[in-house]
Each structure stands twice: as structure tokens, then as C-alpha cells.
């Protein structure tokens, strides 16, 4: 079942979807548009596969606005992907998606949200914070870099019970 949303900065409506098979080569291009480092298409059928708690948000028109990725274990919920099309980001489609995670986790009746950032993604930062997560630690070259370099990647924690509005 998908519900019809209206964001405040975004002119448009957006709805929700489960993510399917037949999603990944537009979320493929996507995250291609999005990231110097992309997920590839077999990261995307390897959490379908998992079963994966996956979700897309799409304009009235069918264009893809978005997705993220989630994995449930006991007691937390693990982010593991969060993306706005390049030309949407800023309009608080980001947002949205964030609140479907967080809805998605407390109907599961769990009440911890964990990610992963890029230290050189500030606006991702700030996103997340503005939204109530918190630093929790840090994960030595997580992400690859540039050349055979790698980044760290700061964790975050949203207490669902804490979060901003």
C-alpha cells in the first residue's frame, strides 16, 4: 500500500512504493548521479534478495525521487542507503524519506536508527542532525576514496523517543 505525501519546499507530490526488481536500474542511475562512490546494481539485487526493508519515492509523473534502504536487526534499524535525486536535493525530499524510515521502525517497535556519513558530507550532516541524530563514534576507512585512499565514516544514532519534529 502507498500513501500520497505533499513536502513543504517541493511543489509536487510524492508516494511511496516498495522497492522491486524492476526499480534498480532508475535507483541505479540515480545513485550513479548522486555519489563519486556508488552502490552497484548488485549491492541493490543483493538487498532485495536479503529482503531488505527497500523503499522509493516517486513524483506523480513516475520519476524517481528518491529511495533508502533499511536493515532491522534485534533492536535498532541500520540505514544503510538514503538518496534524493541530485535536482531535489535541498527541497526537503530528504526529509520526507528520513520520517518514512523512522515511521517504518517505530511500526516495527524499534526505537534505535543507526547510519554511516561521510565526514566530507556536510549537507548529509546537517540533515541528520537537524532531524536528532546524534555522533556516536566513528568507523576507521569505511568508504573508499579517491586512489587507493579511504574515508572514515562517523556513525549516527536517532533515538526515536528524542527526535525532533
Same mark, same amino acid.
Given at each position: 500500500?502507498?500513501?500520497?505525501l ?63 534502504? /533499511?536493515?532491522? #536487526?534485534?533492536?535498532?534499524v541500520?540505514? *544503510? ?9 535541498? +527541497? $526537503? &525530499?530528504g ?8 515511521? /517504518?521502525?517505530e #511500526? ?5 536508527? *543507526? ?9 548529509? +550532516? $546537517? &540533515? ?30 536517532? +533515538? ?6
Open positions: 500500500m502507498s500513501s500520497v505533499k513536502v513543504t519546499r517541493y511543489t509536487g507530490k510524492l508516494e511511496f512504493a516498495p522497492m522491486s526488481v524492476r526499480d534498480v536500474e532508475e535507483v541505479v542511475r540515480v545513485e550513479n548521479d548522486a555519489y563519486p562512490f556508488p552502490w552497484t546494481r548488485g549491492n541493490f539485487l543483493d538487498s532485495l534478495a536479503n529482503r531488505y526493508d527497500a523503499w522509493v519515492l516517486r513524483e506523480t509523473d513516475g520519476r524517481l525521487a528518491g529511495y533508502f534502504l /533499511l536493515m532491522q #536487526a534485534v533492536d535498532d541500520h540505514l *544503510l542507503n538514503i538518496t534524493v535525486r541530485p535536482d531535489l536535493q535541498g +527541497q $526537503g &525530499v526529509r520526507v524519506l528520513l520520517d518514512k524510515v523512522c515511521a /517504518l521502525a #511500526a516495527a517497535g524499534i526505537y534505535q536508527i *543507526l547510519l554511516e556519513v561521510r565526514p566530507s558530507n556536510q549537507h548529509a +550532516q $546537517g &540533515v541528520y542532525r537537524h532531524a536528532g541524530f546524534q555522533v556516536i563514534g566513528t568507523r576507521k576507512k569505511y568508504y573508499p576514496a579517491a586512489g587507493t585512499t579511504r574515508e572514515d565514516a562517523i556513525v549516527m544514532q536517532l +533515538q526515536l523517543g528524542q527526535a525532533q519534529a
